[in-house]
């Protein structure tokens, strides 16, 4: 039966090519707009930790005076260093990591290769078993390391291809800044996004280079960036010198892998701030926050608004299609009268017109569906040609792709309905006597 | 036109005539909101910057190894710059308009006000008024004395020595009648911190924040008399005639190269480049949105192109019994045209409410404000102008209908 209707479906499609072409190219349109705008949003939403940003915590406690201060009022988005370096020591959590950004100067040992700038991340030891860092060559180092300020560097992948052509380069020496640095650890291809553990520098398509101790970065006055926000009397700081006590500039991550230890470490962040205050370093009452990966990504509105208007503009745009191919369903579905008055004389009930009308909108869903697709691949290689940051990342996965004609099939199911519906109310004997 | 005929046939398509108005009031809906968008980022594009834009050159460049004297290595710098044919003025800043990265303070009018007045940004460095091409509109710019450096004024600011701070500021003519509406400015005092006090020396006509994205604070800027040390953050602004740009950039890199060749360029540009650069999103949204809005008239002209040749076919036999009762073939040219005006301006009345709608979803989410009506009538004309460019076509193939076909077929 099936076959049989999808064989009429075909003949049918094919008498009216016109009109049939118009139908799938508004589907295609709306489809191809639709998911080019929803990979988007799916890549810049997605999850930059699979299996571990539910254990990743980004502990947030407020340091800051009195002005300012009102109730509900979120607490700043880092911590200042001597809070950062207390959390650190305090080790409650199963990992936790220090940390900031920067940028330095490599100096190549091959004379052919100008120095050049790469970014840093400056972190204390624990930043790779927590994120699950791959490792291509070698391994981190460890908490003995950060606290003897060790010259020792983490190297990413692409370092390593442009420095030692791909070889296995830990033992080797590396110039940064004008120090010389051992290379413990080569990682292998890793650039979560969006940049979850630090989104002053970028939200996506960013990665750092080398990684190396905070102790030593500051030890060695080397550059930061990033974001600084100070309070009372504290200076940003310049280069040779460090944000003031009264300045938010780093970001510390831990590790919780169940819900009491995240219970116990939010009571631990309370106690720490009401200590603090006994201390008279606090000001404000206790007001901390603890969130995972993802609620952290939510918090910052990590995806551009714009992405998420273009996916509104982009559904309005597959609506306004699927009301068109409904209408134009309807008057196809309706010359038919006679015909399908016809089919209903000799016997064939309304529920089977309707199936055989359904199958037809699918025929016109599956065709637009993969014009659609084509449209989206389109549509992506256009937003790949901007100079956006995500620009790069936006690319249909197989998920995606399976979305896109799920949507077209749905869709078009959908505003076939009403038109078959309509046409199976026909009274057959009215089609027969007017013919 | 007698329009009772059009409308009682329309009742016999009930369905259709529905579907048809429910397109073209989505599509007035999506477009009238997207003309708007389009306007507000066209908008924010055109933010004045207050400096000549044109004449203007941004480089950035990072040592590889420290200066021993950061202050000496930026006025070597300043000079060997100074030294270039047709460089007119070399400034040293800290941040640069629509350059992104900024430094802000939270301005206080009183140092014991418990909540701060507003954030405004603070750009340092000599020689930046006049460089810019920033107009003085009251007061006197900034003098070499006036300057403190950077780290001598960190140091001041964690003793409270107040002597090791600057004293002094420039504002803008937005952020001196924010502050002090309708009242002079020169001579008043505001405070960074409870130590920092900065007395306003001058007002300037307009200078915007680096990190420009809110109109409403984008001239929340004082210029505060502090110098920098060579650091990769700082900028080099260099004054030259338009025609000039290119060939003074590369002079300019030459001889900065020359005075170190290890250090690294990381940033040189025209302003033209840092105001495209800035306002790129805005640039691709308003051309995603004007493709939106093509498409969207596209596929509505497509559908009332599709169901007016339903409906003229179907109707056939009518419009040759018109023909034949002496109806002219302008006649029936009309009845398709009215037909459509009609369908067309129930759309867009519907539409236009649905646009409201829409404007209200996005106000709620996305910051943007109530949309004028002047945007309504923009929907509605170019949708009636898409419907009878459409419906042109079927109805001169209705109004082609011979007489003869009323006496066939029956």
Redesign the interface.
Known sequence: MFAYYLDLALRSLRRNKA?TA?MV??IA??IG?SMTTLTVLHVLSGDPLPGRSGEIYYPQIDPQD????YPGKEPPSQVTLIDGMNLLRAKRADHQALMTGG?V?I?PEQSAL????VDARYTTADFFPMFGTPFLFGHGWNAADDEAKAREVVISHNLNQKLFGGANSVGRTLRL??TAFQIVGVLDRWQPNPHFYDLNTGSYAYGEQVFLPLQTMMDL?L?R?GSNDCW??????????LP?DTCVWLQFWVQLDNPLKVAAYKQFLIHYSEDQKALGRFQRPPNVRLRNVMQWLDYNMVV???V???TW??L??L???L??T???M???F??RAGELGVRRALGASRRALFAQLLIESGVVGLVGGFGGMLLALLGLWLVRQ???DYAALAHLDFSMLLTTFVLALCATLLAGL?PAW?ACQIAPALQLKSN | MDILPILSTLRRHK??AW??I??IA??CA?VCN?VF?ISQRLQRMDMPSGVAEHELLQIQV?????PVN?YARAQEDLAVLRQVPDVQSVAFSNQVPFGGSS?NG?VLLDPN????TLNATTYFGENLVSTMGVQLVAGRDLRPDDFVD??T??KG??T?DSKSLPHVTLITRTLAGRLWPGQNPLGRLIYL???VGLRVVGVLASLVRPNAYDAATAQYTMVVPVR??A???ESYIIRTRPQDRARVLGAALAVLKKADP?R?V?TQRSFDEVRS?FF??DR??AG??LG?II??MI??A??I???AS??V??RRRMIGVRRALGATRADILHYFQTENFLLATLGIALGMALAYG?NLF?ML??ELPRLPAVYLPVGAVLLWLIGQLAVLGPALRAAAVPPVVATRSV
């Open positions: 009109l118009l190219l508004a349109l709306g707009a009195l002005r300012g201060m940028e100067p100096q100008d120095p050049f700038y800044a004008g006055h550059s960036d009372g009397n504290g200076g940003g700081g310049t280069d040779t010198i003031a551009p608004d714009d998420r208007l273009q503009l982009a309005g745009f609506l306004v299609c009301v068109n409904m209408g134009l309807l008057a196809k309706m010359r901007r100079s956006s009403l309509r | 369905l259709t579907l048809l429910l397109e989505l599509t999506i997207a968008l990072a040592d590889v190894l420290k950061p430094s939270n006000q418990p909540q701060r950077v780290e004024a960190l600011l964690r409270g911190t409870p130590t920098m040390g650091d990769k953050s290890q690294v990381t650069r790129k999103d691709a949204m995603i949105l939106v498409a969207l596929v509505t497509l559908g192109v599709g169901l339903f409906w076919q179907q829409i996005l989410h996305y």
